[in-house]
């Protein structure tokens, strides 16, 4: 009886049986602006807005988004959600994208270097750093246009993860920039925009452009993972992207997060979207 009364009140009101289980968001605990332990990051921002309008209880997992990260938490359902991942990204569903970003050329606002492009001449003789992908060096895509115009022997790359016994290692390629041991770095845009921020020197930020044609995107749409076999939740997670647009548009900015506009020709994505740096 007692369940059959439960089962007539959800019905009523249109709520779900599970609505006050707790969110279970898979979460990088040392990758600020995105995430950390502390809920600093704007990612965290995000699982709690998508909580409260799922009206439900957060927690946590944490996990460092590395390599195969998709087949160690979501796929085996040790949480619900990953924020911030590729739209489109084959190892996991993914919501409607909530933002989308772009690398940017970083450089101190002291340097000649403003108005750069990927096929400047300014670009072979300096010192760049570009963000790697995994123990393995995977590049980036900033990493692979530069190698693809031959600019490789003065290039430096930083491993994104780093060294995890430091706050926030992806850091350390900006860091390059300010003590002027790279004269510029190709960074994902979120990172760079929120360390501008509070950088002690100024620092300039200029989105790259991808050459017209070119098979190596620079922008990417940024999504919610969520688990495959559960659309529901991702129904509600797009309702909750949807409906809560403004406050995240709000959220974002506050970080400083760079915003490009969705390009005319975005075919190429899926083949980089494993390939984003966070």
Same mark, same amino acid.
């Given at each position: 009886?007692?369940?059959?009364?439960?089962?007539?009140?959800?019905?009523?009101?249109?709520?779900?049986?599970?609505?006050?289980?707790?969110?279970?968001?898979?979460?990088?605990?040392?990758?600020?602006?995105?995430?950390?332990?502390?809920?600093?990051?704007?990612?965290?921002?995000? @699982?709690?807005?998508?909580?409260?309008?799922?009206?439900?209880?957060?927690?946590?997992?944490?996990?460092?988004?590395?390599?195969?990260?998709?087949?160690?938490?979501?796929?085996?359902?040790?949480?619900?959600?990953?924020?911030?991942? @590729?739209?489109?990204?084959?190892?996991?569903?993914?919501?409607?994208?909530?933002?989308?970003?772009?690398?940017?050329?970083?450089?101190?606002?002291?340097?000649?270097?403003?108005?750069?492009?990927?096929?400047?001449?300014?670009?072979?003789?300096?010192?760049?750093?570009?963000?790697?992908?995994?123990?393995?060096?995977?590049?980036?895509?900033?990493?692979?246009?530069?190698?693809?115009?031959?600019?490789?022997?003065?290039?430096?790359?930083?491993?994104?993860?780093?060294?995890?016994?430091?706050?926030?290692?992806?850091?350390?390629?900006?860091?390059?920039?300010?003590?002027?041991?790279?004269?510029?770095?190709?960074?994902?845009?979120?990172?760079?925009?929120?360390?501008?921020?509070?950088?002690?020197?100024?620092?300039?930020?200029?989105?790259?452009?991808?050459?017209?044609?070119?098979?190596?995107?620079?922008?990417?749409?940024?999504?919610?993972?969520?688990?495959?076999?559960?659309?529901?939740?991702?129904?509600?997670?797009? @309702?909750?992207?949807?409906?809560?647009?403004?406050?995240?548009?709000?959220?974002?900015?506050?970080?400083?997060?760079?915003?490009?506009?969705?390009?005319?020709?975005?075919?190429?994505?899926?083949?980089?979207?494993?390939?984003?740096?966070?």
């Amino acid at each position: 009886m007692r369940i059959a009364r439960l089962g007539l009140t959800a019905l009523l009101c249109g709520c779900s049986l599970v609505a006050h289980a707790a969110l279970v968001v898979c979460a990088d605990p040392n990758n600020m602006p995105f995430s950390n332990r502390h809920g600093d990051g704007f990612e965290n921002g995000l @699982a709690r807005i998508l909580a409260r309008d799922l009206h439900t209880t957060l927690r946590y997992v944490w996990w460092a988004q590395r390599r195969g990260f998709a087949r160690e938490t979501l796929t085996q359902s040790r949480c619900d959600i990953w924020p911030g991942v @590729a739209a489109g990204l084959q190892s996991m569903a993914t919501s409607v994208p909530y933002y989308r970003s772009t690398y940017v050329f970083v450089s101190l606002v002291s340097e000649p270097l403003a108005h750069l492009s990927l096929d400047d001449p300014r670009l072979r003789n300096i010192l760049i750093g570009v963000q790697l992908v995994g123990d393995d060096g995977v590049n980036t895509p900033p990493a692979t246009a530069l190698g693809m115009r031959g600019v490789t022997s003065n290039v430096r790359g930083f491993p994104l993860y780093g060294d995890y016994r430091r706050p926030n290692p992806p850091n350390a390629i900006l860091d390059a920039v300010v003590n002027h041991s790279v004269k510029l770095a190709l960074v994902w845009g979120p990172l760079a925009g929120y360390y501008a921020r509070h950088s002690p020197m100024p620092l300039r930020l200029e989105p790259i452009a991808a050459t017209p044609g070119s098979v190596v995107p620079m922008s990417f749409a940024i999504s919610v993972g969520v688990r495959r076999n559960d659309p529901q939740l991702l129904a509600r997670i797009n @309702a909750a992207l949807r409906g809560n647009s403004a406050q995240i548009e709000r959220l974002l900015k506050a970080y400083g997060v760079p915003r490009v506009a969705e390009p005319t020709q975005v075919a190429n994505d899926a083949t980089h979207s494993a390939k984003v740096s966070r």
